[in-house]
């Protein structure tokens, strides 16, 4: 979203930002809105590494870059294409540390001493990994995007895993793309949270009846909120890739009178666009919330914050959601391919 709005006011010298935003707001929810079911990445067309024959080779070695929202951490990086490995890991500590279905990372074989500095002031948070054990989490610490893990210990100790959210697209040729799409390593996998993979019912429901607590990675800052059944929207856009370091976040909304937070004190609420502000915990740099200018009654808690185990006993009564859909899937990574799930794929905002 924000990418269309700097490209609109570029365009558009002189014309106020509420004039370009309800000019926005009109097309987005015009015609031609939505990509097919069937669409799944924008470099649907290209060939697939499972056909080969056809397929441009991929280069030996290629100039990684990677940036935080707020551009005070950037890292330039030459790696061989050969020793990359992209991973997946469902398990709930890194889950829940990006605020996402599951934390997407780029295994680089490299030791963190062998790896060009980032520029900008990054903070390393010790955390765990269910899989990796004791690991430092690095992040931007003026606007938290997730940039890297590398482990403390084990067989991996020292290598750097960068969060797939800060690599810039266009840094990624489209030859790799291509096979990181459907070549990567699943951790944890039997951890994925219900909502990833959740369909809207077909019977009527009493929307947002039933609470659901959530929580930061670290603790400090936790709500409940009225939000069973409910609306699902999984995003893709650029921002919310960096801020959680993953392939996308997924936002339900709450009425505010129906909203609470239990703990907060360590939350801030800070403003990353200009139509909106998140909450994030400033202890452990979990983004918690969306709450847009243009919704005073509305909060999006993410997803990725909410509690396993409450979601686990709603998920059996198989009437959790009555609307899910993708959004900002024009904004979405070349390296990712959406679930064949049918859903709705809006190319902006839903």
Same mark, same amino acid.
């Given at each position: ?12 010298? !002189?014309?106020?930002?509420?004039? =370009? ?18 669409? @799944? ?13 056809? /397929? ?29 490995? *992209? ?26 001493? $062998? ?19 004791? *690991? ?17 210990? !084990?067989? @991996? ?8 959210? #800060?690599?810039?697209?266009?840094? =990624? ?20 949270? #219900?909502?990833? @993979? ?5 019977? /009527? ?8 607590? $959530? ?9 409940? %909120? ?5 609306? %699902? ?11 959680? !370091? ?10 505010? *009178? ?12 800070? @403003? ?26 509305? =909060? ?19 009437? /959790?959601?009555?609307?899910? =859909?993708?959004?900002?899937? %024009? ?20």
């Amino acid at each position: 979203m924000e990418e269309l709005l700097a490209q609109l006011r570029s365009a558009n010298p !002189g014309v106020p930002d509420e004039v =370009i935003w309800q000019f926005l707001q009109r097309r987005l929810h015009g015609e031609n809105r939505e990509y097919p079911a069937s669409f @799944r990445s924008l470099l649907d067309g290209k060939n697939r590494p499972d056909e080969p024959a056809s /397929m441009q080779p991929a280069p030996e070695s290629f100039q990684l870059r990677s940036r935080c929202h707020c551009g005070k951490c950037k890292v330039v990086w030459d790696l061989d294409a050969h020793h990359l490995r *992209v991973t997946r890991c469902y398990c709930p500590a890194c889950r829940h540390h990006q605020a996402s279905s599951f934390a997407s990372y780029l295994a680089t074989g490299s030791p963190e001493n $062998g790896m060009p500095q980032f520029t900008g002031d990054v903070t390393k948070l010790q955390h765990v990994c269910d899989v990796l054990g004791s *690991v430092a989490r690095l992040m931007c610490s003026r606007c938290f995007t997730k940039l890297a893990v590398v482990p403390d210990s !084990g067989a @991996r100790a020292g290598e750097v895993l960068l969060c797939m959210g #800060s690599v810039e697209d266009d840094s =990624i040729p489209d030859e790799v793309a291509l096979k990181w799409q459907t070549c990567h390593e699943d951790w944890d996998h039997a951890s994925e949270p #219900s909502w990833w @993979r959740a369909k809207p019912a077909t019977s /009527m429901l009493l929307r947002r009846s039933q609470l659901l607590k $959530g929580a930061c990675s670290c603790g400090r800052c936790s709500f409940e %909120a009225k939000l069973l059944p409910g609306e %699902a929207q999984h995003c893709y856009c650029r921002l919310c890739r960096q801020m959680s !370091g993953s392939v996308a976040q997924t936002w339900v909304p709450a009425e505010k *009178v129906h909203f609470r937070w239990l703990r907060s004190e360590t939350l801030r609420l800070v @403003r990353t666009t200009g139509h909106g502000q998140r909450h994030l915990c400033t202890s452990c740099g979990t983004v918690m919330t969306i709450v847009y200018d243009s919704q005073p009654d509305c =909060i999006w808690p993410a997803a990725g914050t909410f509690d396993d185990t409450q979601l686990a006993e709603a998920s059996s009564k198989d009437l /959790m959601w009555y609307r899910v =859909i993708h959004i900002c899937c %024009a904004y979405m990574q070349p390296w990712y391919l959406l679930p064949d799930d049918r859903l709705p794929r809006l190319k902006y905002a839903g």
